[in-house]
Every structure is written in structure tokens, then in C-alpha cells.
Nanobody
């Protein structure tokens, strides 16, 4: 069982930036494809960005393309989500997740990811 812990959420104003982190003590961190997902109040969980085991390929939801950047550092067992030009509609609980099947091709659905963190709240409001 892979245990993931998110950090870096908070309350910001529209146009601000945040960087989320996802860490683990999992020894075989590089054996997993990873992703960021979010769930707004009253809505279904949606995919935000995903990344392959080596960081070589990424996928982004259309709503965040050009504003968010996903990255991972395997030696430190950490994944990041840099969020810029934040909008009120980005408000949600953000989750990181790992997949032992989406290593070479980034996934696009939360159903493809099997191990989940508990989430961190991001609120964008003026």
C-alpha cells in the first residue's frame, strides 16, 4: 500500500500562485505513475495533471493547460503541482494519487489511479 501525503494548499486571491507537494516514504516511488486530481464541493473528482514514472510524459486537463505544471523528483520521492494564475473555479480539495499501471503513458481518469492521499484544500477567492 502506497501512502501519499499532500501539502501546500491554502487560501489565495485570484491571480496568485501556489505549489502543492506530494510525498511518500514508499521505497519504489519510481515504479508508479502519478497524478493530481481535484474535487470541488458538490462535484465529481476530476483529473488535473498526470505524469509518467520518469517525468518524461505529462497530461493536463484543458482547464489548467498553460497555468499548472506537474513535476516529480524521484530521488526525494516527491511530486509537485505548480499552479499559477489561479481562478475561483480552481477551488477544490486537491489529491495526489499513484498508479502501478500508468507508468509509461499518463492516465486521464481518476479510475486509473489506485493509491490516494487524503487531500489538501485550495481556496481561490477575492
Amino acid at each position: 500500500q502506497v501512502q501519499l501525503v499532500e501539502s501546500g494548499g491554502g487560501s489565495v486571491r485570484p491571480g496568485d500562485s501556489l505549489r502543492l507537494s506530494c510525498g511518500t516514504s514508499e521505497r519504489t516511488f519510481s515504479n508508479y505513475g502519478l497524478g493530481w486530481f481535484r474535487q470541488a464541493a458538490g462535484k465529481e473528482r476530476e483529473s488535473v495533471a498526470t505524469i509518467t514514472w520518469d517525468g518524461g510524459r505529462t497530461w493536463y486537463a484543458d482547464s489548467v493547460k498553460g497555468r499548472f505544471t506537474i513535476a516529480r523528483d524521484n530521488p526525494s520521492k516527491t511530486m509537485y503541482l505548480r499552479m499559477e494564475s489561479l481562478k475561483p473555479e480552481d477551488t477544490a480539495v486537491y489529491y495526489c494519487a499513484a498508479s502501478d499501471t500508468r507508468l509509461l503513458v499518463p492516465g486521464t481518469s481518476p479510475n486509473e489511479y489506485h493509491y490516494w492521499g487524503r487531500g489538501t484544500q485550495v481556496t481561490v477567492s477575492s
